[in-house]
Every structure is written in C-alpha cells, then in structure tokens.
C-alpha cells in the first residue's frame, strides 16, 4: 500500500451520543482478502453529525458491512434500526440516504490508531433537529477516480459486473453502387 505524505488526518468525534444523517451510500467490491475470500460485495454508510469539528465542518463517521440482506446480517439489523421496521423486499440501499437517527459513537484506540465506531443506531427523538448535509458534499461515485495508489470506492467495474454492457449498434451496410467510379472507369 502507498502512502501518500500529504494526507489529510481527519479528526474524530467523541465518544457520546450523536444525531447523523446518511450522506452517501458506497457499493463496492473489496479487492484485499478476508477470511480467504476475495472480491466480497461490500456496503459502506456515510453519515454527517450535528457536531463540527475544529474547522467547522460536521463530522462524517462511516460503517462499513458486507453487503448481505440476510435477516441475521449486521446491515440487515442496522438497516432496520434506520428505518424502524424491516427492510422492503427487494431492498434498494439508495432509498437510506437522507434518514436520520441518534448513533453512539465510542472512541477507541487499536495499533496507536484512533477509531470512531458506531455502537448503537436509534430512533430520534420527539424534537431533535437533524443536520444538513453540507452543499460541499461530494458523493463518492460522484468523485474523480483516485490515481495516488487508493483505491476509488466508486467502482464502475462493480456495476459491469451485474450488468452487461450495452452493445454499440454496428452500422447499416450501405448499398454497393452499380455505377463505376472515376478511377474504375479508366482502365487501360
């Protein structure tokens, strides 16, 4: 993996008691090896919270699960906390941006890393106003391929996958013309 020197450190929240509404919805194929399997279909959630960080900027938290309906999954469970009953069938994960819940979000450290995990996804409560999403917001299918050796999580290569490509149309053949051209007239 390449690092690069010039990336940024985001700041994370602190552990307690958040309100989040879900910014982006990130369907990719994760590519590194997990349990000895390869190419598992991934589902990442981004929320934005009500608390901004030291430049003024809401904090962003993301969960990450693999991307299973089953009803004993975690993305099963947590989508239905986000939507307070069972998912519909068939279950599209672009109707789950906008919705707002409480999240409790605990800080913890792992390998002199800090972490923002969320424990809990609740319903709001009577009169909690839920944040906006900022107007800078750029949706991760919506961002320019990275090329400094991350990888994109929008990956276009997932969407051929479950869907053939379109065949560009060939051309008509055009009629041969039965009149000689100039330089077939001109024989010697």
Known sequence: MLIDANT???????????????????DYVEDQPR????????????????????????????????????????????VKSILGTAPPVPFESEDLIGKCNRLVIEQEENDGRVYANIRAILKMLPGAVAPSVPADFVRAKDRPAQTNGTRAYAAPAVQAAKAPAPQAAKPAPQPQSTVPTTEEQIVF
Do not use: C, Q
């Not at 985001?10 to 919805?25: C, L, M, N, T, W």
């Open 35 to 78: 349990w000895g399997k390869k190419n598992v279909p991934v589902l990442r959630l981004v929320w934005v919270l009500n608390a901004n960080d030291t430049e003024g900027k809401p904090f962003r938290v993301a969960k990450k699960y693999t991307a299973s309906m089953h009803e004993k999954s975690n993305l099963y469970s947590d």
């Open 8 to 26: 940024k450190v985001y700041e994370k929240p602190e552990s307690g008691d958040y309100i989040g509404r879900i910014a982006d919805v990130v």
